[in-house]
RNA sequence: GGAGAAGUGGCAGAGUGGUCGAUUGCGGCAGUCUUGAAAACUGUUGAGGGUCAUACCUCCGGGGGUUCGAAUCCCUCCUUCUCCGCCA
């Protein structure tokens, strides 16, 4: 959520980059929301004036009990029955004006930061990187789907008996290669020194809240309505929302985290080759790193961060390349995201692994997550994350790219969390 | 799940209807002293709104109510603790 400050004082600025992202209706939500600004302004003043006088008053009623003189402190008894009423009348305009703005503010995109290139669809990112020659496949060489099967590594179907389509059943080396990856990304998090969390899978409205999937996207978790809880779609909800309502010392920034966890997804409405196999499922896993930094640096610890994905994909020898997304294809929340995918060679395309962002003060100021400074004020952090690395297109391309008439054979740097060399 | 108790500032802990945004201690910060540090002493130290700046307003787990006036009374929800039950 933008702030509301910063709107009114840069308001020009804040249309211009919110162009950038193609959201429509800027002007007229900004307008709008000027407008209730300088309504809430006025009626918090007249309703603190009205309430500086009645709290005069109860005053002087204190005092004139005390010593005794019950009749004119009954004369200003009479005073308040009015004001009492223009309090309350104040009081709901003000609460009512203030969840009008609201209302229109979570409407609002974040302002894409300035090296954000301008475009519309996925066509005019910009890439910055590749790394790594795309591999030619034997003939005959199949993609992940098949394989999964022909080595009995993931049984789809057998997810759709036990739950529903897209929760799969991994098995033998299949099950193993997940725990390897797991314990590999994390360790790598951990070494980059990043403290592992392992957050509930579940959280509250609050939680949901506050990094931004409620309360437009609630049909995108699953929501378990008994208790009132939502399965997490990413670790950043929990891990995130670990530094809401929370003021932080200057010193402790940047704070790194990184956790793994299970992400559910309900994906509703998405179809065809986009959702095969390891594509895209209702249920995966992840590992996720999160920083809170402070703001001066956080384009670096953004750069860094991007270094970091970008190391674990060399050492996993995967093809892959780094987009810039343009404004038109950037999440609501983010101010810049890059987005890592890595080439899978039966499918011939890229699958996104990665997506790296920095959200700047949108996430923290629903949060509420800020830092005091030398200065002595509190202000509001940044706050990033990155997944690092989801696993289902990271095995799909896995499988696709190494796959050999003797089988499927692992990247070295996995080979000691695996436990075996190639699966046959 | 049942019965009881409790939730106050970073922490501990007073406050049970009036000048309390809140005594005090610890911690933090600044200063004095010291070559430096520690100790001791002095001062300072919650958040949000509002204002050019003051003033002023709101917040004592969340929400609602009673009252001229609520941290204090009532209702409700949440959380924690104790006992019982169940249990990986």
Redesign the pocket.
């Known amino acids: 959520m933008l702030q509301?400050?910063y709107i009114r004082e840069n308001k020009d600025e804040v249309l211009k980059r919110l162009a950038i992202k193609n959201f429509k209706d800027a002007e007229t939500i900004i307008n709008k929301v000027m407008e209730l600004?300088n309504a809430?302004?006025a009626s918090?003043?007249e309703?603190?004036?009205i309430?500086?006088e009645?709290?005069?008053?109860?005053?002087?009623?204190?005092?004139l009990?005390?010593s005794g003189k019950k009749e004119e402190?009954e004369i200003?008894?009479a005073k308040?029955?009015e004001?009492?009423q223009k309090?309350?009348q104040l009081d709901e305009s003000l609460?009512g004006i203030e969840d009008e703005i609201h209302k229109l503010l979570v409407q609002v995109p974040n302002t894409p930061s300035t090296k954000v290139p301008a475009g519309k669809t996925p066509e005019d990112n910009e890439v910055v990187f590749e790394h790594g020659a795309k591999p030619t496949l034997p003939p005959g060489s199949v993609p992940h789907w098949e394989l999964t099967t022909k080595y009995n590594l993931i049984d789809f179907e057998l997810g759709v008996k036990l739950t529903g389509a897209g929760f799969p059943v991994y098995k033998g080396k299949g099950a193993r290669l997940q725990r390897a990856l797991i314990n590999y990304f994390l360790d790598k998090a951990t070494s980059a020194g990043y403290m592992e969390i392992q957050p509930p899978i579940m959280v509250n409205e609050d939680s949901g809240y506050g990094t931004g999937q409620l309360p437009d996207k609630e049909g995108q978790m699953y929501h378990v309505q008994i208790d009132n809880l939502y399965l997490i779609p990413t670790a950043e909800v929990p891990i995130t929302n670990i530094y809401r309502d929370v003021?932080l010392k200057e010193s402790d920034l940047p704070i790194k985290n990184c956790g793994y966890t299970p992400c559910f997804r309900r994906e509703a409405g998405s179809y065809g080759k986009d959702v095969r196999g390891l594509n895209r499922l209702h249920q995966f896993d992840k590992v996720e790193i999160v920083q809170i930094a402070h703001p001066d640096k956080s384009y670096e610890t953004l750069e860094g961060m991007r270094e970091f994905v970008a190391g674990i994909l060399k050492e996993l020898e995967l093809p892959f390349r780094t987009l810039k997304l343009c404004g038109g294809d950037m999440s609501f929340a983010s101010a810049l995201t890059y987005d890592m995918e890595v080439w899978s060679a039966a499918q011939q395309r890229w699958l996104e692994v990665s997506s790296v962002s920095n959200f700047e003060t949108f996430q923290t100021n629903r949060l509420?997550c800020?830092f005091?400074g030398a200065d002595?004020?509190?202000?509001l952090a940044h706050s990033l994350n990155g997944s690092a690395l989801a696993l289902p297109r990271i095995v799909a391309s896995l499988l696709e790219n190494n796959q050999t008439p003797e089988g499927i054979k692992l990247p070295k740097v996995l080979v000691p969390y695996a436990g075996f060399e190639i699966i046959n």
Do not use: H, Y
């Open positions: 509301l400050n600004d809430r302004r918090q003043k309703g603190d004036a309430k500086a009645a709290n005069a008053i109860a005053k002087q009623i204190g005092e009990m005390k402190a200003q008894k308040t029955a004001l009492k309090e309350k609460k003021i509420k800020r005091k002595g004020k509190t202000q």
